[in-house]
Nanobody, 118 residues
């Protein structure tokens, strides 16, 4: 069982930046970031594996996902933040070599709150 621990959330003004981190306790082939705003369903944000990365259209060009394999850590650099980015952000991990990067994850973190003020 892999445990994921996120950090880096907080309050930021619109146009600002935040970097989220997620540390995995075990081997993780693919990482993903998801978010859930109040009253809305959880949505895909970004994913990264050894074959590349992918993003939701709403964050392309503003968010960047990266990983440090030696540290079993994934990052989400969020720039040009907007009030609509306000949500609880969740890190997800998978040790499967195959799967849909936008949905197939077996491990989840506890979430970190990101609030963007206008």
């Amino acid at each position: 069982q892999v445990q994921l621990v996120e950090s880096g959330g907080g309050l930021v003004q619109a146009g600002g930046s935040l970097r989220l981190s997620c540390v995995a306790s075990g081997r993780t082939f693919r990482f993903g970031w998801f978010r859930q705003a109040p009253g809305k369903e959880r949505e895909f944000v970004a994913a990264i594996s050894w074959s590349g990365d992918t993003y939701a259209d709403s964050v392309k060009g503003r968010f960047t996902i990266s990983r440090d394999g030696a540290k079993n850590t994934v990052y989400l650099q969020m720039n040009s933040l907007k009030p609509e980015d306000t949500a609880v952000y969740y890190c997800a991990g998978s040790d499967a070599l195959r799967g849909n990067p936008k949905s197939d994850y077996g491990y989840w973190g506890q979430g970190t709150q990101v609030t963007v003020s206008s």
